[in-house]
């Protein structure tokens, strides 16, 4: 019977090709808006390469030192806020990796040219190729000795490796950067920009920098740092966020001149993207219910006009409803048929949304990343926001997809079936085709 209903749907859509078109359009661009947003957050807090143990991470970024009622500092972690209240908790962690952004611009001098190429760095520490698994195509980290040392080791992305050298196979060779020379000790597989709390061209130890132990403030917790938790298993976040938040009350009992306050955190990872100020946590109720209620908005919009046609239509097929009614049809199997109409509609108009989606986050990447954000940095010149096919097609998406659709369907197609499978037999023999 369905697939019967399904014939006389496609029937339909070519006999009423205008109403089709206008159904198929509206439904995919409410679809359209809706992926766009469903994709971008997802590639924000999934596990992607190379942040693939987002699901197990905690993110410390800033804090806050209180001294008195009106007197406060805050900012980024230093190093002593993280031997103090972060590293001594180890049950459940994995590892612990601290990275720190210094926000100068940086150019690499390629050989014997005088252009220069800017790039983007990450100063990061021996833990951090735990934390984030990066895929090393030769070479490997710098190790805790030169790290220790301070030793000028580093690591390139393939890409860069290619642009500077012209070639992969890289490792022992030198590349000079804001004009100092550094050694290649491993080239990695490229990540996207989109996973910009790990991407870079080169991956320098902090420790190059003699001002890396520096800190700020009357505590000395705030610095130039984030701390970046691997838990053994999701089940340990838990534990760990509450020791550390443990610690920090034992100190705010005993110390008698400041307070320290992480507003909230460790956050777990996709928490984290949402966290801006320094001195203030975001409300995820809040948030939740903004996106939630954006959501509800794109779906509804074009769903209150598709279901507006749709009656209109059923005005229409009064006398064919009503022949069927006469001849015992029953209301349930009227409202099936026309459900599944609709579905055909509201199915097309999904797919073609889902590519057109596809289609303008491809082309549109880089305003596109930068929904949901309140401060945006321009990739440097030459680097593109790219996106690989497991961040764009993945089971989550298409479950969305389909949700949508349905969703759609049945705010378009139940009241205006139900109506018109409602009405008196001889009102409907005797209305106008």
């Known amino acids: 019977m369905i697939t019967v209903y399904f014939k006389q749907a496609w029937n339909l859509l070519r006999q009423e090709k205008l109403f089709s078109a206008i159904h198929i359009i509206g439904t995919g661009l409410s679809i359209t808006i809706v992926m766009v947003l469903s994709i971008v957050f997802y590639i924000k807090i999934a596990n992607i ?3 693939t143990n987002r699901d197990r991470m905690l993110v410390v970024k800033s804090v806050s030192e209180l001294y008195g009622e009106d007197n406060s500092s805050s900012g980024s972690i230093s190093l002593k806020l993280v031997d103090e209240f972060i590293r001594p908790v180890t049950d459940g962690v994995e590892a612990v990796s601290v990275m720190i952004d210094w926000d100068e611009e940086h150019y690499a001098q390629l050989p014997n040219n005088k252009e220069q190429l800017q790039i983007i760095l990450k100063f990061v520490d021996v833990p951090f190729w735990t934390v984030f698994p990066f895929h090393f195509i030769e070479g490997k980290p710098f190790s805790e000795a030169e ?10 992305s393939a890409s860069t490796a290619k642009r500077l050298l012209g070639r992969t196979d890289v490792v022992g060779e030198y590349i000079s950067i804001d004009f100092k020379q550094y050694r290649i000790s491993g080239v990695v597989k490229d990540a996207s920009y989109a996973t910009a709390t790990t991407y870079a061209n080169v991956w320098l130890p902090y ?13 000395n917790n705030i610095g130039d740092m984030k701390a970046f938790i691997l838990a053994s298993s999701v089940a340990d976040i838990a534990g760990i966020k509450g020791k550390i938040e443990a610690r920090v009350e034992q100190h705010n009992r005993q110390e ?13 990872y996709w928490q984290s993207t949402f966290r801006f100020w320094s001195n203030v946590g975001p409300n995820f109720r809040i948030i939740t219910m903004q996106y939630s209620l954006l959501f509800l908005i794109l779906l509804l919009v074009p769903a209150i006009s598709l279901s507006g046609m749709t009656d209109s239509r059923m005005e229409k097929r009064l006398a064919e409803m009503g022949i069927r009614r006469a001849f015992g049809a029953p209301s349930g199997n009227l409202i099936t048929q026309i459900i599944s109409e609709n579905f055909l509609f509201t199915l097309l108009g999904g797919l073609a949304g889902l590519l057109f989606s ?29 996106f690989t ?18 969703l759609l369907n049945l705010l378009t197609a139940v009241i205006p079936a139900w109506r018109a499978s409602r009405r008196n037999i001889i009102y409907s023999l005797n209305a106008k085709q």
């Open 49 to 51: 390469y190379p942040e």
């Open 147 to 156: 790290f220790e040392s301070g030793i000028t080791s580093v690591v390139v």
């Open 207 to 219: 420790t190059i920098n003699p001002t890396y132990k520096e800190s700020y403030g009357k505590g």
């Open 256 to 268: 008698k001149e400041f307070t320290l306050n992480l507003n909230g955190q460790p956050d777990r």
């Open 358 to 386: 596809y289609v303008l986050i491809l082309f549109s990447a880089d305003w596109v990343m930068s929904i949901g954000e309140n401060f945006v940095d321009l990739p440097p010149e030459g680097t593109k926001v790219l």
């Open 389 to 406: 096919p497991s961040m764009l097609i993945n089971l989550p998406v298409f479950f969305i997809t389909l949700l949508i659709c349905f």
